[in-house]
């Protein structure tokens, strides 16, 4: 099997058996954001517990890019701290930007999606889950350099 058929089966298994698409109750943060390029749409859901991401869950609509991005991200970035997933967030655009050459170990299954970056409009399709995490994440102000609240 060619690699690009790999990569396929990949996307469509997480489009078809998405993990951790579900909500999050009591989640402290959470996001929606949609493409409206492709009509896809997505929230995310985390836990973030001292400055962990210890959850991370999604809810969506739309495309098998849009949706197999956002389980594999879910995948990816539980159990990383804020500052590790918004450096993979990072990498991931990167890699879509054709800049990045992925890291088997960190990327995991995000690798097969690698081959979307000879289909420019579905980049944004595969960045999303990304934009909106990057978002909710940037709400909890445990980002680095980013604690506009001082609550006390
Ligand atoms: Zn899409």
Redesign the pocket.
């Known amino acids: 099997m060619a690699l690009d058929d790999i990569y396929k089966e990949v996307i469509l298994d997480h489009y078809k058996n998405p993990r951790n698409k579900r909500d999050l109750p009591g989640a402290e943060v959470s996001c929606t954001r949609n493409?409206p390029l492709?009509g896809?749409e997505i929230t995310v859901f985390a836990h973030v517990d001292d400055g962990t991401v210890a959850e991370l869950t999604f809810q969506g609509a739309?495309?098998s890019?849009?949706q197999s991005s956002a389980s594999m991200m879910t995948e990816a970035a539980a159990g990383r701290t804020v500052d590790q997933t918004l450096e993979l967030a990072g990498q991931f655009r990167g890699m879509m930007a054709g800049e990045v050459e992925p890291d088997d170990d960190r990327f995991g299954d995000l690798v097969a999606l690698k081959g979307v970056v000879k289909y420019p409009i579905?980049i944004k399709?595969a960045v999303l889950a990304w934009d909106v995490l990057q978002e909710a994440l940037q709400d909890t102000g445990e980002a680095t350099g980013a604690r506009p609240h001082t609550v006390g």
């Open positions: 493409n492709c896809d739309g495309c890019i849009s579905r399709c």
